[in-house]
């Protein structure tokens, strides 16, 4: 079977058990996805399935027939970054840096889902547009930990791209 | 994880291949795959039916709306009229979680959960919800987490989820297809059991049986409100979570329906909660008992003797809340 991956057709014949993660760094030499936790519990495994955002270890690769992956090396690349890159590197959005590609395709999907409509825990009135204010943007990236606790500078680097995009 | 066979079928015909013994379902799979890590759930054969259908949401003749049983959690929180016309469901689901999860966690898979009991999770502990007949070790254990409704000795592990409490308020049925095609409906509450003999079984479904669908009835209006109280403000599990459903008329409550998260084996539902509020008119008097009915039989296993005083302030604070009363 075949998915496609960052835009390149991969095959995939392994062992059933198989995690996505692991196979995108095991199997596809894509080690910008990072496992921490591997139960679902901390999002750094965070990548766009067909461009939603989804927790890689909590998902079998075997389940994937046809799929459109993006990891962050589909994002962008050192010299020709993705705004939400950029941004984090503006304003430090990150210390040790391993939760920062699980945050960065989770915003780039999250972004998605806002200008989608879709609301949130926080948000007042279900049937108005939310509007993505620091508490919205804390509670839909709520899946994301960050144990050097950037929050602050991650909430400002997404918001800063939010306000650009406009 | 132990090794499996896998299947995709494309269709509701793999009914058959759940007659085979040690066969599990896989939709989402955020819960099933991180048992199987822990080798909690060991399938030999896994049957992957995200390719089958039951996507869809769709209005009913009677005014409802059906959800399929492979509509994400996302997809059915953010359905423009799940949230005008049933915002308890859409509520109570972005409460529960992460965005992550609830792109892949279904409406039927979310039903089937797993308790989050500690020593279910532990495959060297003693279980009676995984291993019937080893006891349970929650009972003298580490019980923060457990239930005060409902519970016996065999097992005082709860449902930790947030959607079904709001279907539970909601009075939603539970549609299930069978091996020989044949389809039952089963309310929702009474979808879920209680521990009694059997703790290792969750609910009501048979060996072979796949939900297809959920289905809420006609809107009802009124207040809505879920209140899920936890350790963190986001992404963790509720201690007591509330699911409300009220309406008021000329003072009095003219219509009441209330759900209970994470106190029991199952969501709990207490008709003569909804029976006192109904035709009532709001007091402080009328909030404590309602708090008196829902926790006459509670009882606490040590570290989690604060559900119930807990309980007892959320329900008054909902009910304030949803009645605009002052007391």
Redesign the interface.
Known sequence: MKLAINGTTQGFEG???T?LLDFLRRDCGLTGTKKGC???QC?AC?VLVNG????SC???A??H?DDEITTIEGLGTPQDMHPLQAAFVDHDGYQCGYCTPGQIC?AK??LD?AQ??????V?GD??AEAELTPEEI???????LCRCGAYSNIVDAITQVKEDAR | ?R????Q?PDGLDHASLLDRDGATL?AG??NL??LM?LQVETPET?V?I?RIGLDKIEPTGEGGIRIGALVSN?TC??D?RI??DW?LL??AI??G?????R??ATTGGNLCQRTRCYYFMNIDMPCNKREPGTGCSALNGRNRIHAVLGANENCIATYPGDMAVAMYALDATVEIAGPDKASRSVRVRDFHRLPGERPELDNVLEAGEVITGVTLPAPVGGTQLYRKVRERS??AFALVSIAAALRMEEGAISRASLAFGSMAHKPWHDLRIDAALTGAKPSDALFDHVADLLLEDAEGYGENDFKIPLARRTVKAVLREATGAST
């Open positions: 062992d059933p058990r995690s591997d139960h679902g999002g965070t939603q955002r989804i927790n909590l998902t079998l075997v389940m027939e989770s999907a999250m889902e989608a409509g879709w609301p949130s825990a948000t279900l049937t804390r509670e839909r990236m709520s899946g994301n | 994880m090794p499996f066979d896998y995709r896989i799979g955020t795959l991180d890590k896994l992957d995200n996302s929180a953010a423009p949230r005008a915002p859409s509520r972005l409460a979680a992460s965005g992550q999860l792109n892949k986001s992404y």
